[in-house]
Structure formats: C-alpha cells, structure tokens
T-cell receptor, first 112, second 114 residues
C-alpha cells in the first residue's frame, strides 16, 4: 500500500530555520498536508499544497514539493519555542474520499 | 465553539474488559473519523461516518464498533480489550470529504491495555 515517511525527531536552535522532510509513494497524490500537534492537544492543519504547485509560502512557513522525487518539506523560518510540536505529513489522491495516508510525525525540539 | 471533544483523556483497561471512547463535535460536520496512532507509526483509520446513521470500516476496524445516532456524537466501542489495542485514539471531523477539507481533531485518548 501507499506510504508516507518522516524522521521522528529534529532538533534546532532557537532563531534558526527548521526543515522537516517527508517522502511519499503515491504518484497520484493531489493534496499534501502539514498538521501540527502541540502537547496535550489535537492535530491542527498548518498548511497544505496542491500537487500542481512547487512552493507555497505563508509568513514563516515555506512548503516545497518535488513531485519527481515525491518529496515534501516544511521550512519554519526563525524557529521559536512555540514551534515545539509534532509535525505530521499527510497525502491524499483522487480516491481519498475518506482516508489520507499519514506519516508518523516529526517531533521538533528547540534548543535555547 | 468547543470543536471536537473526547473523553476520557487516559484509561487503563484489563484484558477482556470493554469501554466506550466518547467523541462529540459542535461544528455540525457531516463526516467523522476514528484513528489510532501507535508509536512510530502514522494515523490509521479505524471507522468513519458520512452522516447520522451511516458508518463504514476504515483500514483497521477489527476489535472495534461504532455508532452514529446523531450528527454530533460518534462513540467508539472496544469489546474484549487486547494489549494490541494499546494506542492513542483520535477522533476527527470534516464538513465534507476529507481530501478538500480541514480535519478538526480532538485531543486524543491514551489507552493502555494490561
């Protein structure tokens, strides 16, 4: 079946940029998502990108999509302590009426 | 607007016991979902519902049951709990089909079966 993979941990210094990576196998993916989970809370949609886009920018967040390599990344500029969370990558294709394929989540650790 | 709420937050069960995980949303969403998340794994869909009275199996439905008698509530029932059901359970909802909608998640229920 289709799969989404992410590294489980990323550690960065406060003020640096964080880059969280995700690879997927579904060549028919049309939507790719980043969700954020803060401690004790549910997942919240952070941003998403359509498969016909290469890049999407939203304030400190930049999403890059390389369809050829099936690689998605989330860059957080000027990382702050409030960015500490688990970041989930997910993808869906034309048949994804009810189910996305989810990665395991990357825990972002901020060092002072 | 509370969004999606889940109870309990944490529960320990003995093997063979049963329990119901509660999920309620106040956004008048049609679609609701139950996921489980095991350590180091992505979310897996257990059951979903496209409206009151309609439920269907997801990827990992064995050992679980659901009902959807109202738009707001989507309880998940575990019968005969097994250690393999130790996991974190998330309930979510969307207004329409998942591909084009934001999923709203509850805070999760951590279940330990001993």
């Amino acid at each position: 079946g289709e799969d989404v993979e992410q590294s489980l941990f990323l550690s960065v210094r406060e003020g640096d940029s964080s880059v969280i990576n995700c690879t997927y196998t579904d060549s028919s993916s049309t939507y790719l998502y980043w969700y954020k989970q803060e401690p004790g809370a549910g997942l919240q949609l952070l941003t998403y990108i359509f498969s016909n886009m290469d890049m999407k920018q939203d304030q400190r967040l930049t999403v890059l999509l390389n369809k050829k390599d099936k690689h998605l990344s989330l860059r957080i500029a000027d990382t702050q302590t409030g960015d500490s969370a688990i970041y989930f990558c997910a993808e869906g294709g034309p048949d994804s009426n009810y189910q996305l394929i989810w990665g395991a989540g990357t825990k972002l650790i901020i060092k002072p | 607007n509370a969004g999606v709420t889940q109870t309990p937050k944490f529960r320990i069960l003995k093997i063979g016991q049963s329990m119901t995980l509660q999920c309620t949303q106040d956004m008048n969403h049609n679609y609701m979902y139950w996921y489980r998340q095991d350590p180091g794994m992505g979310l897996k869909l257990i059951y979903y519902s496209v409206g009151a009275g309609i439920t269907d199996k997801g990827e990992v439905p064995n050992g679980y049951n659901v009902s959807r008698s109202t738009t707001e509530d989507f309880p998940l029932r575990l019968e005969l709990a097994a250690p393999s059901q130790t996991s974190v359970y998330f309930c979510a909802s969307t207004l329409g089909r998942v591909l084009q909608e934001t999923q709203y998640f509850g805070p999760g229920t951590r279940l330990l079966v001993l």
